[in-house]
């Protein structure tokens, strides 16, 4: 199984472009999420998706938007890239809000 | 405001050298607190769910525990391969929205 699949794995952006982070899971799951990890602030959520069709903010949601367009596949997209999104990127699943998460490999941005 | 505060930041052990590390919580309701391990450039991988005070969950040499407003991750005899940031989450109240610690850096020397 793969489980969670992020694309790309890294990614070089000018302040202003504009980008989407790929995810997608295997494993049937209803839920997905999008966190950002910083040296010192741990894992943040920024958006999730309890089921298909559903979108919710999360902690700190500024800048990005986000589509689930199926039950598989959840994306996350920076319309006007700023050095402060700089960061690594995680996409992560879960079958019922109790059970632990399944987490991919992570992005990892730079913002220039 | 739900807190999850992990300590130390940072442990060194010999290999073999059995030592433990901390998650305090203060939240209403604890629904389940988590233990993920994340190796460098990867993403954090579950090993336990703990939902009430009393109950232990093991795996190899990690054996995990919980009270009413801490968890303990024990690690017996270390290997270098234990090597790792663990973090731990905890999930409270009417959200099933975890908030997750910083995370503990562990090393364990040969």
């Known amino acids: 199984n793969a489980g969670v699949t992020q694309t790309p794995k890294f990614q070089v952006l000018k302040t202003g472009q504009s980008m989407t982070l790929q995810c997608a899971q295997d494993?049937?799951?209803?839920?997905m999420y999008w966190y950002r990890q910083d040296p010192g602030m741990g894992l943040r959520l920024i958006y999730y998706s309890a089921s298909e069709g559903t979108t919710d903010k999360g902690e700190v949601p500024n800048g990005y938007n986000v589509s689930r367009l199926n039950k598989r596949e959840f994306s996350l997209r920076l319309e006007s890239a700023a050095p402060s999104q700089t960061s690594v990127y995680f996409c992560a699943s879960s079958d019922k809000g109790s059970y632990g998460y399944t987490f991919g490999s992570g992005t990892r941005l730079t913002v220039v | 405001e739900d807190q999850v505060t992990q300590s130390p930041e940072a442990l060194r052990l010999q290999e073999g050298e059995s030592s433990s590390l901390n998650c305090s919580y203060t939240v209403s309701g604890l629904r389940g607190l988590f233990w993920y391990r994340q190796d460098p450039g990867k993403g954090p991988e579950f090993l336990f769910t703990?939902?009430?005070a009393g109950e232990e969950k093991e795996k190899e040499r990690l054996k995990a525990t919980l009270t009413k407003k801490e968890s303990f991750l024990h690690i017996t005899a270390p290997k270098p391969e234990d090597s790792a940031t663990y973090l731990c989450?905890?999930?409270?109240?009417?959200?099933?929205?975890?908030?997750f610690g910083r995370g503990t850096s562990l090393i364990v020397h040969p």
């Open positions: 989450a905890v999930q409270a109240g009417g959200s099933y929205i975890p908030t």
């Open positions: 703990l939902y009430s």
């Open positions: 494993m049937n799951h209803n839920s």
